[in-house]
């Protein structure tokens, strides 16, 4: 990899740069396009919700356009007619305006059909188009291997006439799907398989969501996709390394319609995360077994799981400034894209205290009945976000993980005999450990000490600082913990994680009652969690692990 192709973000703040901006910088210092400002297009499938993966290939779509003063469509490729569905239109909307970026109307591909159409009769007026007859499987084993030509069709030598009625018959319905197809006319020898007569056309009698029953002939992507940019004065169009090797039937097609300042393609390396599936069809098919709650699942890599779990668009831009652009396909690690995640949130949201797998703690010199209102802080690195005040009294819950009956070594927390500072209150000390007849630890006899007070003067050292919730104001909640999706499977395939959602019940100051969805909170000591946006109508309020607090991040 060279200097260049190393490159920062694809979001491009000023003065960033990378292999694709430098192609830019060289375009524009040469007036490539004419003073046409830069344009570049995201150009989804309306097959599927979008995922991280798409948020990469947006944020240096809009990001690139933003940097050069230029515009970036949002172009549905709705080509295919039997995969594509309008709720899926909506969801893209709705996940780029949300990741932050804006565009003016939606363009969709099928509203070029006709353009499409007079394209292909363009080409085989000049003879560079031919209807084949010949079967889909015929037309595979004429192909060609990657060490063999292939063979030319016996129907390539049509004359153009007879061509143009034919195509013409298949656009009027005379032909069953498969029947016939409309081919390039390119090089059944080319050592690039792409470039062996490529079908341009096929044959579809299916509804599709746009155009409904006016066509039954749909182009194929490698016509369609230049086709496409081309009517929207594209300069640059951006794509992933699988389109490398079509790129010369890309720049094929547009030459062969001697297209004016045709757009050039420039492909990218696609973003892998570990432990992470980004292929629409696979999470198509999770979700449409019900292995997961939906496309907006906060398992799901999709914008909509993401946006739910907690995570804000800032810090996918952030991770897709990040990780930058390439030529060399590689795995992020998902830590990455988590401390991205952290580090955005850290800032801004207030601390709670929520405790889970709860042990009462009974403080047996604490006036009988009486309580107190303590100020804890909202972020400990921001004074300027301020205290709230949380009841104190002589019955409270700590986490189970805060006391251990047989401490380890190192264990500075409670234990019987031990002292600790309760968080932005005093110290206690474990007197006693009462159990049920099962041998379950029901309660901790503890003592304090009045004259440790938070923000007194006391003079003793203890080594841990414990949080805990006020036993009668304290409310149920459930914590929702996430796992990875899915995990390397022994030969190293992708397996689904049985156990990558835990539900815990917990204990959590009042004010978290009052939670509204789509809140996010840290949970002291614990992590990033988001009120659920839509379990809200159970008696507990539900929260969404959004991160831990502790980053596996190098
Ligand atoms: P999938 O394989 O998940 O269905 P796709 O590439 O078929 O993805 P499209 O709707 O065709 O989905 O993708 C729209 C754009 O997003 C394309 O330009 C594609 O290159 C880009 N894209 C898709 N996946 C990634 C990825 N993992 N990293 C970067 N860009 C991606
Ligand atoms: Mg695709």
Redesign the pocket.
């Known amino acids: 990899m060279s200097d260049t192709e190393k490159s920062s973000g694809p979001g491009g703040g000023p003065g960033a740069t990378n292999f694709i901006h430098a192609i830019i910088d060289r375009d524009l210092a040469e007036n490539k396009y004419a003073e046409r400002p830069v344009i570049t297009r ?4 309306p ?2 919700y979008l ?1 991280i ?2 948020a ?2 947006i944020c240096l779509n809009f990001g690139t356009a933003a940097k050069y003063g230029g515009r970036c469509n949002l172009r549905f ?1 709705d080509t295919n007619p039997v995969k594509e569905d309008t709720e899926y239109v909506d969801s893209i909307e709705a996940d780029v305006r949300w990741l932050g970026f804006e565009w003016g109307n939606s363009l969709f591909a099928s509203d070029y059909f006709n353009q499409m159409y007079a394209c292909a009769v363009k080409l085989i007026e000049k003879g560079s188009a031919f209807v084949c007859d010949l079967s889909a499987d015929e037309i595979r084993t004429y192909r060609g291997t990657l060490t063999t030509p292939g063979k030319e069709s016996p129907y390539r030598n049509r004359s153009a006439a007879e061509n143009l009625r034919l195509f013409e018959e298949m656009r009027a319905g005379k032909y069953a799907d498969g029947e016939k197809v409309l081919r390039a006319k390119i090089d059944m020898a080319s050592p690039n398989i792409n470039l062996r007569d490529p079908v341009l056309y096929r044959i579809a009698h299916a509804t599709h969501h746009n155009t409904g029953d006016k066509w039954c002939i749909y182009p194929m992507y490698d016509f369609a996709h230049p086709l496409e940019d081309a009517i929207e004065s594209v300069t640059h169009s ?3 390394l699988e ?1 490398e090797d079509h790129r010369p039937l890309y720049d094929w097609t547009l030459a062969a319609l001697a297209w004016p300042l045709p757009p050039q393609q420039i492909e ?1 390396a ?3 995360l570990s432990n992470t599936i ?4 696979y ?1 198509k098919a999770l979700v449409d077994k019900g292995d997961v709650e939906g496309w907006d699942d906060p398992r799901m890599p999709t914008i909509a799981g993401l946006r739910r779990r907690g995570y804000r668009p800032e810090s996918i831009r952030d991770f897709c400034e990040r990780i930058g652009v390439s030529k060399s396909n590689s795995i992020v690690d998902i830590a990455l894209l988590e401390h991205c995640v952290r580090e955005d949130l850290q800032p801004i949201v207030e601390s709670r205290h929520v405790v889970t797998e709860a042990i009462k703690v009974v403080i047996t010199n604490y006036p009988a009945g009486a309580s107190e209102e303590l100020p804890l802080e909202n972020n400990k690195d921001d004074a300027t976000m301020g205290l709230r005040r949380v009841p104190f009294s002589g019955e409270l819950y700590i986490d189970g993980t805060d006391f251990m009956e047989l401490p380890e070594k190192k264990y500075f927390r409670l234990f019987p005999g031990n002292e600790v500072r309760l968080k932005g209150a005093y110290f206690i000390r474990c007197n006693d450990v009462i159990k049920d007849a099962a041998g379950k630890i029901v309660e901790l006899r503890c003592t304090y000490d009045p004259a440790t007070k938070s923000g007194g003067g006391e003079t003793r050292k203890v080594k841990g600082t414990i949080h805990w919730v006020e036993a009668k104001t304290a409310v149920k909640i459930e914590l929702r913990l996430y796992g990875c999706l899915m995990l390397d499977g022994e030969n190293g395939e992708s397996v689904l994680n049985p156990a990558s959602l835990t539900v815990k019940e917990a204990w959590a100051e009042p004010s978290l009652a009052a939670a509204a969805p789509g809140e996010r909170f840290q949970f002291f000591r614990r992590g990033y969690y988001i009120a659920d946006a839509k379990r809200t109508d159970g008696a507990k309020k539900v929260f969404n692990e959004i991160v831990g607090l502790k980053s596996s991040w190098k």
């Open positions: 995201f150009p989804p499938e097959n599927g995922h993966g798409h990469k290939s490729d951006i794509c992933t389109f990218f696609r973003l892998n980004m292929s629409k069809r999470l």
